[in-house]
């Protein structure tokens, strides 16, 4: 867990953190002055996410802040703003109630630059929402960017305007961040959380100030992970990445449903409904929260195609919410081709996106199953069972007869009510479907004494990869001896940049198998930025004559280095040919 400046006992850290826990999903919302240019700045379309345009377009202070005697959001409906989150499922509201861009949603006495004192419009729309969220039972919370101000003199972030040399970020705190702090959590009533962000080089004692400032007018008010040196109530993760397997302690991943955070006019990436609720079930599996960025337009108006997927989640949590609010992470710590588990008390929830034909199987459940049934199914019919143990490779088996139409398009959900805390073998398995995945992450790494190192990216990734001599292990138990097609993934660069040509050997037991590493197709990679792809190369098959328990080692024989890449691993994979 983050560490906290102040100490608190477990017990009333746990208070504190109960409703979070218990919400597992909430809405972010980026709205500021840049979404009046919509991505665009005098005809010129702006690449990259939409508040960024005043630094992404040199947009001087004096002509940015012009803006905001154009923001007239005369469309703007709080009611309806809470009404999308609630229909969603959502149970917390995240506003930006001041981005790096400097300008606040709220109406502050620390700077005029706001929306009561700097708009034609002139009304506090966090008052207003405040309102609603109270009587909807959502918790509003607030970013609130604490390092990077572009419009003050001492903010951070601004060096086209201000000269960094000469800039007093003590100041800036003085003047305006703890002072708007105190603004916002004094004038709205009870908030559930600030959301600070990029906190850059903020020293220790300004991060402590700004958590501090928090609790000393709401004690009760939480803080994320982004205050800056790991303070903080919980763990934020990279903006859209979600960990590669479970994470201890609380965390949460901020993620966009297109590519920008601030509405941009011309960003149609929009994630489907089916990607949004498999994320969803991957993250509370791993012990996360989702929070979940609208970009409403400069009108007001949160657009039509977040809406209308906002709400098809909703419509599956309302049926399959018991999987996620109040759920806890997986008691097997890898991910599964099948879909992925959560856990409340005795219960396991499978969620389920591949469906099987009639039969599901399980593998790797320590405990007894007194009854399993369909999370849709309100009469709560018994589905037929059976529990196995094949001692040859120490192996539980649990099996579940399925009708044959899934109850849910897209993940359906099967409760298996268990005996004592849920337990699972907490070795690498071959899923029940044959196929065997080996993420770099989970692999071991063994390199020659001396000489540039592996070292692990991010997100999963084995990186650094520029010389050969390394190996990386995976140890996995296999159920079903067979020949398998074997695929390599590896990531591209930011700017799509990517490099192969290596040559491999993968080994298992004494069978190698040597192939060169060639882009055969690239594909997103649903727990990381757009911007970051898989490149699949096919290396050909490898048999596995033994069940149990096997070594799978991966080198390179040859690496290519021209651009500086070489292989950036994200996963191995052995489907059944
Ligand atoms: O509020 C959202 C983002 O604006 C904020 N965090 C989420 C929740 C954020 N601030 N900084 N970053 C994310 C990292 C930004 C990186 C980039 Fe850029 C901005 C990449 C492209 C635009 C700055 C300009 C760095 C490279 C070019």
Redesign the pocket.
């Known amino acids: 867990m983050a560490k906290r400046p102040t100490k608190r006992t477990q017990q009333s850290q746990d208070r504190r953190m109960k409703w979070w826990r218990e919400a597992r999903f909430g809405m972010?919302i980026?709205w500021g002055l840049y979404a009046l240019p919509e991505g665009i700045w005098k005809g010129k379309e702006i690449?990259?996410?939409g508040?960024?345009i005043q630094?992404?377009a040199n947009i001087p202070v004096s002509e940015y802040e012009k803006l905001a005697e154009q923001f007239n959001p005369v469309k703007f409906n709080a009611k309806e703003w809470v009404q999308v989150a609630k229909d969603a499922g959502m149970k917390y509201l995240t506003i930006?109630s001041k981005?790096?861009d400097g300008f606040a949603l709220f109406k502050s006495d620390a700077s005029p630059y706001n929306i009561v004192d700097a708009t034609p419009y002139g009304k506090d729309v966090i008052a207003e929402l405040a309102k609603e969220c109270q009587k909807a039972d959502i918790k509003l919370c607030f970013?609130y960017?604490q390092k990077?101000d572009w419009h003050h003199p001492n903010g951070s972030g601004n060096t086209l305007d201000f000269d960094p040399n000469k800039q007093n970020f003590n100041q800036y705190m003085r003047e305006k961040g703890l002072p708007q702090i105190k603004e916002i959590l004094t004038q709205y009533g009870p908030i559930g959380m600030i959301?600070y962000?990029?906190p850059q080089d903020i020293t220790t004692a300004q991060t402590k100030k700004f958590i501090t400032a928090v609790y000393d007018s709401q004690p009760n008010c939480l803080v994320n992970g982004?205050a800056g040196h790991g303070l903080g109530d919980y763990q934020s993760m990279g903006?859209n990445l979600i960990p590669p397997a479970r994470v201890e302690g609380d965390w949460e991943t901020?993620a966009t449903l297109n590519d920008t955070?601030?509405f941009k006019k011309n960003d149609p990436n929009w994630k489907p409904v089916d990607g949004l609720i498999k994320r969803l079930v991957d993250i509370v599996s791993k012990g996360g929260n989702y929070l979940l960025?609208v970009g409403p337009t400069a009108e007001g108006v949160i657009p039509k195609p977040s809406v209308t997927r906002l709400k098809k989640v909703g419509d599956w949590l309302k049926i399959n919410g018991d999987a996620i609010y109040g759920a806890s992470a997986s008691p097997h710590p890898y991910e599964l081709s099948w879909g992925a588990i959560t856990t409340k008390g005795r219960k396991l929830y499978l969620n389920i996106w591949d469906w099987p034909k009639s039969t599901f199987t399980l593998y790797g459940l320590k405990n007894k199953v007194r009854k399993a049934y369909l999370l849709a199914d309100k009469t709560r019919t018994p589905l037929e069972k059976q529990q196995t143990r094949d001692t040859s490779i120490d192996l539980d088996i649990l099996t579940l007869k399925l009708p044959r139409k899934k109850p849910d398009k897209v993940v359906s959900v099967v409760v298996l009510e268990v005996t004592g805390e849920p337990e699972m073998d907490a070795t690498l398995l071959q899923n029940a479907d044959g196929r065997i995945q080996l993420e770099a992450h989970n692999g071991q790494i063994k390199s020659p004494k001396t000489g540039a190192q592996l070292t692990r990216g991010r997100f999963g990734t084995i990186e650094n990869w520029l010389t050969t001599g390394h190996r990386v292990t995976w140890t996995v138990k296999v159920v079903t001896p067979g020949t398998y097609n074997v695929a390599v993934l590896t990531q591209t660069e930011r700017n799509g940049k990517w490099e192969g040509g290596h040559k491999t050997k993968l080994t298992i037991g004494r069978a190698p198998l040597s192939a060169t590493i060639k882009e055969q197709e690239r594909r997103d990679n649903p727990k990381a930025n757009a911007d970051l792809l898989d490149v699949v190369s096919m290396l050909g098959q490898i048999t596995i004559n033994k069940p149990g328990t096997h070594d799978i080692t991966l080198r390179m024989e040859k690496v290519i280095k021209t651009k500086g890449i070489g292989p950036k691993l994200r996963a191995i994979q052995l489907i059944p040919a």
């Open positions: 972010f980026h690449p990259g996410i508040e960024w630094k992404r930006t981005h790096h970013y960017s990077q959301w962000d990029t982004r903006d901020p955070w601030g960025n």
